[in-house]
């Protein structure tokens, strides 16, 4: 019997005894910090012998030591706790794979909101050229005024104005017939305000030409292409205009002699527009000089521009309205921005699932060092200082894959940017070449969006760590 209850007692200590050992390293840290503490308490206490030898001196000379200040429980537990686990290589393993997945997650997210900020920009500046920043429409039958022209340009010299008329038409090339929107411009003052048709007309020096041939016109250069039409060329125009020919009445026919070629990258406005003189298009429609349809209007800043105009022409009493080249194109600006909203959101959602990685091998560390965190607790380490250690441990993991993230991005995009790993149709997108533009408050948005998930994801853990009863761990296991 006694030699059993030995026995008993012998293997209870061991047990305590190999508790004891599996936390060493962590012990050991904090008695050799607190050692070191009272170390160097009692080295400064000064004795009585001493300082009354001191007090005897005439000029004493303080003496400064420096202390070599000891590591704190936390960044000891931060940096063990880093170290590939050998013994648990499947603890290290997932947290490595929250570290890529994060990182991952924040290159796709960052590159697509490029590419979508790219697209934006492109289809804006496409519509900008051909849509005009600003358009003025008459309110009545009497439309706009040349001399309600002259006075807009002396009150706002900074502003490019170009008055033109137009009307609708049935285009006859060859054998084949299609619908078309004729502007009648003047082509000096349009090709300051319009960059396509300047280009169209430099390009083959025209605007002579345009000058003297009233008749003269200027197409789409996928229709002159498609029909083989050559500069000189006649094209037959059917307005909607009717006049009585004989007993009934028939649509009003001009032929048009070409005179150039405009490429806008879009093809349903090179199809479709067709520029001749504010002369021939007022006496096909019978309008007197002087009096236009609409008039477009450049500045630098249109979204505050429009209301400075808008009262002035209620002050010189003006029955016209005006329109932004946005209001035009309100509803395709809306759907994409709404598309990459989604997108922002359903990317993030990577993130987010590469952060529960970080929760889980959060928790398996913890459940795998319950006895270390119950032994540091019993020896005086706070719940706070076990909180924070593993909240830092989650942290570092997640701003580690951000950081990762960042730099995967900007290679990817400059890889993109430099070689044509991706070519656009250009009659699609209006451009050849996938566009790239990250904005700084996507790439924050970004940023700021991943730390949130990392930071939520090492909560938890860290406070089931700090939850942990030592008495019970100590006692059971």
Known sequence: MIHNKKNNTSGQTNKISKTSQNSANIAESTSAQSAHNAKNTQAARPTKSTHNAQATQTAPQPKHHQNTPTQSIVSFLHKRFLRFDRSQPFISI??????????????????AMAIMNGMSKEFEKRLFVMSYPLTMYPLDRRGITD???????????????????????????NDTMEAAIVFGVDPAREARINSVYAKAIES??????????????????????????????KI??????????????SPVMKRFNLQG????????????????????????????????????????????????????????????????????????????????????????????????????????????????IALL????????????????????????????GVVLSFVAMWILATFPIISLPADVYGTSQLPL?????????????????????????????????????????
């Open 236 to 249: 037959t125009l059917y307005f909607t205009k009717l006049e009585p020919t004989g007993l009934v009445l």
């Open 147 to 173: 001399a309600t022209l002259q006075q807009l340009e002396s009150r706002f010299p900074n502003f490019t104005f170009s008055p033109y008329l137009y009307t609708q038409a049935v285009s006859r090339i």
């Open 377 to 404: 607790l019993s020896m005086g380490a706070s719940k706070q200082e076990v909180k924070k250690t593993f909240f830092l441990l989650g942290v570092t993991i997640g701003l580690g894959g951000i950081v990762l």
């Open 437 to 477: 533009d990250l904005s700084a408050f996507d790439f924050g948005a970004t940023i700021l969006g991943a730390i949130i998930i990392v930071c939520l994801s090492s909560y938890y853990p860290a406070k089931k760590a700090s939850q942990i009863d030592a008495l019970s761990v100590l006692r059971n296991e």
């Open 261 to 372: 070629e405009f490429s806008s990258g879009i093809g349903a406005y090179d199809s479709a527009y067709m520029y001749t003189s504010l002369d021939a298009l007022a006496r096909i429609k019978n309008i007197d000089n002087g009096f236009y349809d609409g008039v477009h209007i450049a500045s630098k800043e249109p979204m505050k521009d429009i209301e400075a105009l808008r009262e002035y022409l209620r002050e010189i009493g003006v029955n016209a309205a005006l329109e932004g080249w946005w209001q035009k194109n309100a509803n395709l600006f809306a759907a994409m921005d709404l598309e990459k909203q989604v997108l922002f959101i359903v990317l993030m959602l990577i993130i987010l699932m590469a952060s529960l990685n970080i929760i889980s091998s959060l928790l398996m560390v913890v459940m795998n060092r319950r006895k270390e």
């Open 204 to 233: 083959s020096g025209t605007l002579e030409r345009l000058e003297a041939d009233r008749f003269s016109i200027i197409i789409g250069e996928s229709v002159a292409r498609a029909n083989f039409l050559e500069h000189g060329d």
């Open 94 to 111: 997932t947290a490595i794979l929250a570290f890529l997945g994060i990182g991952i997650g924040v290159m796709v997210l960052i590159v």
